[in-house]
């Protein structure tokens, strides 16, 4: 199993974490049919009112999709099959409220969950960027997730920076990405605590505020979203092209960069 979910029945707060640490949490197509099924099981368990998610290890929250996963395609040059479009809460019908705790590097794929997230707590030491750019692929789903979450400038600077900058916890508290940042290791352990907090009021009026602030801005996204696909199929380098790139950088690291 590569997530382990723990639930405290007396607070009704569950503790869900990617646990992949050699991976740096990253995502193959078992753990996202996990991270699916766990959402689905929420929604019917009244004994969790409130969820945080976190990453195992302190290296990484989750570094998205695993390099290692083969995803088979369709013959179709205008549809992508992406396998972590159902990682997410609300993508699987969840509307019981998360808080996503980041302690070390959040990118990429990452940016699905954060972007489907009621909101989000980082350790000082975290940093976020999207590497997509670097390798020849279009970003597209994270980069109109965090559209929905900071201003136009920073989305842009980061998207198309790729590996060359990484936003820190500072920064991403100053842009609106994150709510609270804590010192180092004490991200989960503040997410646990205003879970807690949220779990505690009555579950009608949470899930329903929940629904509300979600319909302020679910119809540009859902707009922006179904382009998606055609961007990905038209920009995309290859993927044997995608791995030569990632393999050029530094033996397949994250390559020189800056932070700010």
């Known amino acids: 199993m590569a997530l382990r979910a723990e ?24 753990t996202a049919a996990e991270l699916g099924a766990c959402w689905r099981a929420f929604r019917y368990d009244e004994g969790v009112r ?32 992406d396998p972590l479009i159902a990682i997410g809460p609300k993508a699987n019908d969840l509307w019981k409220p998360v808080i996503v705790a980041v302690e070390g590097m959040a990118c990429g794929g990452a940016f699905y969950l954060l972007g489907e997230a009621e909101f989000v707590i980082a350790s000082e030491e975290a940093t976020f960027f999207d590497p997509h750019t670097t390798y020849g692929m279009v970003s597209a789903y994270e980069a109109i997730s965090m559209a929905q979450r900071m201003p136009f400038g920073e989305v842009a600077r980061m998207s198309l920076m790729g590996t060359a900058e990484r936003v820190t916890a500072r920064r991403a508290y100053e842009t609106g990405l994150v709510s609270e940042v804590t010192p180092a290791g004490g991200a989960v352990e503040a997410a646990l ?62 390559g020189a960069y800056r932070s700010r």
């Open 7 to 30: 639930t405290d029945h007396g607070t009704g707060v569950a503790l869900v974490t990617l646990d992949r640490p050699e991976k740096l949490n990253a995502i193959d197509l078992a």
């Open 50 to 81: 409130a969820v945080v998610l976190t990453g195992a290890g302190g290296r990484a929250f989750c570094t998205g999709i695993d390099r290692g996963v083969e995803v088979a395609q369709p013959p179709s040059p205008y549809a992508v099959d």
């Open 193 to 254: 605590r205003a879970a807690a907090v949220i779990a505690s009021y009555p579950t009608a009026a949470v899930q329903g505020t929940v629904r509300a602030v979600w319909s302020a801005k679910e119809a540009a996204r859902t707009q922006a979203l179904a382009h998606a696909p055609q961007l990905i199929a038209l920009g995309n380098l290859a993927p044997e092209r995608q791995t030569e790139l990632f393999e050029k950088r530094d033996g397949g690291g994250r």
